[in-house]
């Protein structure tokens, strides 16, 4: 590169939106290797922990959550679910008498 284009882009500040575009790029990149999900899990650790050392008040004890994960779709059956899984999953939490099921 001539020392021309060096002062070009350096005075016209090319720079300030070319950088922009390549983390963005490098980002989108990377996104789903190993690596970056086991940093997430890890902040995700930390945060946790962080919260818990300055009192953050938790989750509220009445409410449940039932997630259908990888583990059920790999023991049961591929999503989606048939709906007699649906009716079944239904049954079973009439018996704690649920306010809410959605």
Request: net charge positive; glycine share 8%.
């Amino acid at each position: 590169m001539s020392g021309f284009m060096k002062r070009w882009f350096l005075k016209n500040e090319v720079w300030v939106f070319l950088a922009p575009i390549l983390c963005l790029g490098f980002a989108w990149l990377i996104r789903d290797t190993v690596l970056v999900d086991r940093l997430e899990w890890r902040t995700l650790d930390w945060r946790t922990q962080k919260r818990a050392e300055l009192g953050q008040v938790g989750p509220d004890p009445r409410i449940l959550v039932i997630g259908i994960g990888n583990r059920s779709t790999n023991n049961i059956e591929p999503w989606p679910f048939r709906r007699a899984y649906h009716g079944q999953l239904q049954d079973l939490l009439s018996y704690g008498e649920p306010a809410v099921v959605t």
